[in-house]
């Protein structure tokens, strides 16, 4: 997950509502209501239950997901996995099982970290030009 080693963890009983900002990765067990930013990489295990937008480098979801995902690097979707809500990302793995239900816009040059790419794409994706917009729906 970090390089660094550096990795906050939301154990499993845990609720949590509001902003959750990480220096390094984070790892999510509990549940997470409001908005999440990581320097690193974030990792919703299968017990997980976040409602919430994630701004990362890469990030992973095995649980339940509601809202948009922002990630310069990977976003993973997997077995059992569920996320309804969109993804911008560099590069986009769903695995077999697992459930996608929204709008996916892949960013060959990384996501910038701007809303504003992401909210052009979706206001209009013919408009945006170099990036695949596709919406897939797994059931």
């Known amino acids: 997950m970090a390089d660094n080693g550096e990795v906050t963890i939301v154990g499993v009983g845990a609720r949590l509502e509001g902003n959750v900002v990480s220096a390094g990765s984070l790892r999510i067990d509990g549940q997470v209501k409001g ?7 974030v ?14 480098q890469n990030v ?17 979707l997997a077995r059992g996995g569920r996320v309804d809500g969109n993804i911008t990302s ?17 960013d060959g040059g990384g996501a910038q970290g701007s809303q504003s790419a ?22």
């Open 43 to 56: 990792e919703l295990s299968p017990q997980s239950q976040v409602e919430a937008d994630i701004r990362a």
């Open 90 to 106: 560099k590069t986009l793995v769903i695995e077999e099982g697992g459930i996608f239900h929204g709008q996916s816009v892949m």
């Open 60 to 76: 992973s979801v095995a649980g339940r997901f509601k809202g948009n995902i922002l990630v310069k690097g990977k976003a993973h």
């Open 118 to 139: 992401a909210a052009g794409a979706q206001a209009n994706p013919a408009e945006k030009t170099g990036d695949k917009t596709e919406q897939v729906k797994v059931p």
């Open 35 to 41: 908005q999440i930013n990581a320097d690193g990489d």
